[in-house]
């Protein structure tokens, strides 16, 4: 097979098939009469792709089939994705399991609470301690507590018990919870 240029049907170099002539799939030459509708003087657009004309098959019952090309037979397109690989590792029957590490060896930092700074910030203020402590929602209460059912009910004197009560039990609260938090493992 003689190494030659591809042309398009206009007659211009084809820069695809050519890369490598070689080992490209060559077609048969197109007539000038299948050529005739592109080099008209008035162009038709689109114009009508040329007809090539069907191999002949070797011998009286056989399909027809194109010559191989030099590098092997061609990929058809869109080429099928590869099947998928599925990898197994198995471990070796003598392995030994994973060691677990020792409790609290790979811990998360855990930062302690001082209870006595817990329950001086509820001393000042119902509800610090148990924000200081991390409980928000709790401190929350307390503090909300303290404005809208204490402070109301000083008016008639019975607020200044309920105050006393809601003091008292955030000091302690405070204090208790921070030491169940710094007794905890995580």
Do not use: C
């Not at 211009?12 to 000038?32: G, I, K, W």
């Not at 004309?53 to 399909?63: E, K, Q």
């Not at 148990?130 to 928000?136: A, H, I, P, R, S």
């Amino acid at each position: 097979m003689a190494a030659t240029t591809e042309r398009t049907a206009l007659g211009t170099p084809d820069p695809v098939a050519s890369r490598d002539v070689a080992s490209a799939h060559t077609l048969p030459a197109p007539t000038p009469a299948q050529l005739a509708p592109y080099l008209s003087s008035t162009p038709s657009y689109p114009a009508p792709a040329p007809s090539y004309p069907a191999p002949t098959p070797s011998y009286p019952g056989a399909s027809p089939s194109y010559p191989a090309p030099a590098g092997g037979p061609l990929p058809s397109y869109p080429a099928a994705a590869p099947p998928p690989v599925h990898v197994v590792i198995h471990a070796p029957a003598h392995a030994p399991a994973y060691a677990q590490p020792p409790p609290g060896a790979l811990a998360p930092y855990h930062r302690k609470r001082d209870s006595g700074i817990a329950a001086l910030l509820s001393f000042f203020v119902p509800g610090a301690g148990q924000l200081y402590n991390g409980q928000v929602g709790k401190g929350a209460a307390f503090l909300l507590v303290t404005i809208f059912v204490n402070v109301p009910l000083m008016f008639v004197w019975v607020g200044f018990v309920t105050q006393l009560a809601t003091w008292l039990w955030a000091m302690i609260d405070a204090y208790v919870s921070a030491e169940k938090i710094n007794r905890s493992p995580g």
